[in-house]
């Protein structure tokens, strides 16, 4: 039974799909909007968030843990200098995902998630 498990599993092993994630939000972090289906941009919707609420606050254990996610220690300082300012007085909700069309192969929908 798959009670109170929040994530999607997106066809993938652990390990797998975390990688996959950790890689698609450093791609959002460095290219500030990113193109993927809709499963994957939830799910990378919900570590993204977590990372910038991290960055917000400017501190060795919350650098530690962002690192630990980014899969390119150099966008460290984009994020903490650039992006976590923007969003210095918003709660959340720095993220946006937008539909866009379905896949021609196999009518995957197809959704654009970006920075707000």
Not at 17 to 41: F, Q
Not at 63 to 73: E, F
Request: aromatic letters at 4%; zero cysteines; charged letters at 30%.
């Amino acid at each position: 039974m798959r009670h109170k498990i929040a994530h999607n599993k997106l066809s993938r092993k652990p390990a797998h799909r975390n990688l996959m994630l950790r890689s698609m939000v450093t791609d959002l972090i460095r290219l500030e909007s990113i193109t993927t289906t809709s499963a994957r941009a939830k799910e990378v919707r919900r570590m993204a968030e977590k990372v910038i609420t991290k960055a917000k606050q400017n501190t060795l254990h919350n650098r530690s843990q962002v690192g630990a996610i980014l899969t390119d220690k150099s966008l460290m300082n984009k994020l903490f200098t650039e992006i976590a300012p923007r969003y210095e007085n918003r709660p959340g909700g720095y993220t946006r995902i937008t539909k866009q069309s379905f896949r021609k192969g196999d009518a995957a929908e197809i959704s654009k998630l970006e920075l707000v």
